[in-house]
């Protein structure tokens, strides 16, 4: 049972609750496929929009919705009784990405680029299937942010996460309702009320991990001398200048 009394959860909620009230992230009448992969950050994000909905003011509906890998060690067994046992109905999908992946990706690729692409086609007919139009996604603040450093030091663009942004169906709209919440909070949510965690198992996950380790490294280090650092670059990427930019298409002349 999750302790929704604790200080954890209060806040959570609360910041969760400001992002959908910021970016009108949910309205009336919304069917939101709400993406379960068994980790800390969407089972969070599945429990504080089931605690939100049940208090809103208007009526929406969350499918949740846990898409199996195709490596060998995955539990979605595990992820399925949990589930079960929160009251939520079980939509356990298969996929053969882990085949596909060792198929056709190309030598010196990123996997992990390759599976995520893979995962965001299925979600997307998945949604079609459950007529949603809304996928919410367990990103949090440090997402964010490590994905704007990490476009800024390896791929030379200004980008990070959008709270809210059209599929590249144009049909579905993916949100983020945790945008505001840092990565400890969601640690220590997870821990208190011990959810069930599922690794993928995806040997693309460790390169990946690698540069966003050095990242999370990075800001750990620059917090101890400057408190406030993952606030403000989360309020940077709100907070665009465009007349100090070198991209020609900002300019006005």
């Given amino acids: ?15 969760v609750g400001k992002a959908i009230g910021d970016f009108n992230l949910i309205e009336e009448g919304d069917r ?31 499918i949740p919705v846990n898409l199996h890998p195709g490596t060998p060690e995955y539990r979605q067994d595990v992820i399925a009784e949990h589930l079960q046992k929160s009251g939520f109905a079980a939509h356990l999908e298969q996929t053969d990405a ?21 995962r965001r086609g299925s979600l997307y ?7 949603c139009n809304k996928i919410a996604l367990g990103h949090h ?24 942004l059209q599929a590249d169906n144009e049909r579905h709209t993916v949100i983020r309702p945790m945008v505001y919440v840092e990565e400890s909070q ?29 990242m ?16 403000s670059l989360l309020a940077a990427t709100g907070n665009v200048q465009p007349r100090h930019l070198l991209d020609p298409r900002l300019q006005p002349f």
Avoid: W
């Fill in 32 to 62: 939101i496929l709400v993406g379960v992969s068994g980790g800390k950050d969407s089972y969070t994000l599945l429990h504080i929009l089931e605690a939100l909905r049940r208090r809103a003011p208007i009526p929406y509906e969350l």
């Fill in 186 to 214: 969601i640690i220590a949510f997870a821990e208190e009320n011990e959810l069930p965690i599922v690794p993928c198992r995806c040997p693309g996950c460790d390169d990946q991990d690698q540069q966003r380790q050095r």
């Fill in 125 to 131: 007919g998945l949604a079609d299937r459950f007529e």
């Fill in 1 to 15: 049972m999750i302790q929704t009394d604790s200080p954890h959860f209060r806040k959570i909620k609360k910041l």
């Fill in 98 to 118: 882990y085949a596909i992946i060792q198929e056709k990706r190309r030598p010196g690729t990123s996997y992990g680029s390759f599976c995520a692409r893979l």
């Fill in 141 to 164: 603040l440090d997402d964010v942010i490590e994905t704007l450093l990490l476009n800024q030091f390896f791929v030379g663009t200004l980008a990070a996460m959008s709270p809210k």
């Fill in 216 to 231: 999370k490294q990075l800001i750990a280090t620059l917090a101890k001398d400057i408190p406030q650092i993952r606030n």
